[in-house]
């Protein structure tokens, strides 16, 4: 009989947890997303990687070409950022919405955002108001990394808690300002009300 059993488990293996169950098909929901946001980009004409012909992980000098071409920038901060702020907003939902729920809606408007932002409007729209004069919108790979950041940024924030999660928020801010005379506050102020005297001192800074 035990030899019957043996056989029978043997034959018929126990079948996958429940928890792994649900973590990979979140995990292949959350992926989903960002092939979706791929195929748009490249249906809006974006190049998978750098035109350059070389592929890095990081690119640290906002001003080259090679700005928002690979997968990780400075400004893959101001991503973190963004999950940070969509991680509180979502929060104020009703509680009966669940943290799933609340991290596929990130993931989305992160996604969404990401669309948006490599239109030829969005594009024009950075090279005429901000310090952005050469950006010709994100590679493949860069908005993959922009959609990591997010997610990781609300994952950071989930854990930090709301005064932690300021504080990070603030110092990133100050640390970007300093760094490469931009943030996500000064980038969203000069997306929708651009102020010449910032744009003159961004550029100048870099000895534009």
């Known amino acids: 009989m035990a030899y019957g059993n043996r056989m029978m488990n043997e034959t018929h293996p126990t079948s996958v947890p429940p928890v792994t169950q649900r ?6 929901m959350i992926g989903g997303v960002f092939i979706i946001s791929a195929i748009v980009l490249k ?5 998978v990687s750098c035109k350059c012909g070389s592929w890095s992980l990081w690119s640290g000098d906002v001003w080259s070409t090679h700005n928002s071409q690979h997968l990780f920038d400075p400004y893959s ?5 963004h999950g940070v702020l969509f991680c509180g907003l979502l929060w104020l939902l009703p509680q009966r919405i669940s943290l799933l729920a609340r991290l596929m809606l990130c993931v989305l408007i992160e996604a969404a955002w ?3 932002e490599n239109t030829p409007f969005v594009i024009e729209r950075y090279r005429t108001a901000t310090m952005s004069l050469d950006y010709y919108g994100d590679s493949i790979v860069n908005s993959f990394g922009d959609n990591l950041s997010c997610f ?3 994952l950071l924030a989930l854990r930090l808690g709301l005064r932690r ?3 990070f928020f603030v110092v990133t801010e100050l640390v970007l300002l300093f760094w490469i005379r931009d943030c ?4 969203v ?10 744009k003159q001192w961004q550029m100048t800074g870099h000895g534009l």
Do not use: D, K
Not at 43 to 47: D, E, F, K, S, T
Not at 77 to 81: I, P, S
């Open 152 to 154: 990781a940024g609300y």
């Open 165 to 167: 999660t300021a504080a």
């Open 114 to 116: 990401e669309t948006f």
């Open 77 to 81: 901060l101001t991503h973190v950022l």
């Open 184 to 187: 996500l506050a000064l980038n």
């Open 23 to 28: 973590r990979l098909r979140n995990g292949a």
């Open 43 to 47: 249906v809006l004409g974006q190049p």
């Open 189 to 198: 102020l000069m997306l929708l009300y651009p102020i010449e005297a910032i």
